[in-house]
């Protein structure tokens, strides 16, 4: 079946570092990515999407690029906050008829001033 | 700006009650999830739903049931409460694809209900 793979956590850095979080998923057919951020006492929230191969999800300064050839989606980050503090899921939504996303299990990030 | 809305943030309830937790969508989506999320296991999906008086199980469907009589209301109802319930509950919805199923739209989540079972 589907799966979704992230780097384990927690990731701890500095405030203005560069941030990789590392995505690798196993799906047939064409999925769509995504990945979503949960703040501390919150749900989650959509954060970027992509819909189909090479193409680049971006917001708040987060890129992702889905990579068919390598079945990645990682994603990165050029300066980090503290308020970038949060868990972040990476997950696919297969095509044709399934209802039910695959999410990874979470990466906790945390910043330090 | 769409809103799924958990009745309660948090709840304490005693082993053996019958436990209510309600969710609510103002999107006019058609498919609606409960999860629960503990540490080190992610998400994990308990059931579902893809329209009224629809559901199916999800991985961890047992001590579980759920509801829809309306379209933006989806109940989750734990029969008879025990302390391995004690978790995060989340509620998400999502509108169903042009080709059927969920197709490449994103879930929406409520800010969830801690839920402890004393």
């Known amino acids: 079946g589907d799966s979704v793979t992230q780097m384990e956590g927690p990731v701890t850095l500095s405030e203005e570092a560069f941030l990789t979080i590392n995505c690798t998923y196993t799906a047939t057919g064409y999925p769509s990515l995504f990945w979503y951020v949960q703040y501390p006492g919150e749900g989650l929230q959509l954060l970027l999407k992509a819909t189909k191969a090479d193409d680049k999800g971006s917001n708040k300064g987060f890129e992702a690029t889905y990579r068919k050839e390598t079945t990645s989606f990682h994603l990165e980050k050029g300066s980090v906050q503290v308020s970038d503090s949060a868990v972040y899921f990476c997950a696919l939504s297969a095509s044709g008829g399934s209802y039910i996303p695959t999410f990874g299990r979470g990466t906790s990030l945390i910043v330090h001033p | 700006d769409v809103k799924v809305t958990q009745s309660s943030r948090y709840l304490v309830k005693r082993t053996g009650e019958k436990v209510f937790l309600e969710c609510v969508q103002d999107?006019?989506?058609?498919?609606m999830f409960w999860y629960r999320q503990d540490p080190g296991l992610g998400l994990r999906l308990i059931y579902f739903?893809?329209?009224?008086?629809?559901?199916e199980k999800g991985d961890i469907p047992e001590g579980y049931s759920v509801s829809r009589e309306k379209k933006e209301r989806f109940s989750l109802i734990l029969e008879s409460a025990s302390t391995n319930q004690t978790s995060m509950y989340l509620c998400?919805?999502?509108?169903?694809?042009?080709?059927?199923?969920?197709?490449?739209?994103?879930?929406?989540f409520g800010d969830g209900t801690r839920l402890s079972i004393l």
């Open positions: 998400a919805s999502s509108p169903t694809g042009v080709r059927g199923g969920s197709g490449n739209q994103p879930q929406h």
């Open positions: 739903s893809y329209d009224v008086k629809m559901k």
């Open positions: 999107m006019d989506h058609e498919n």
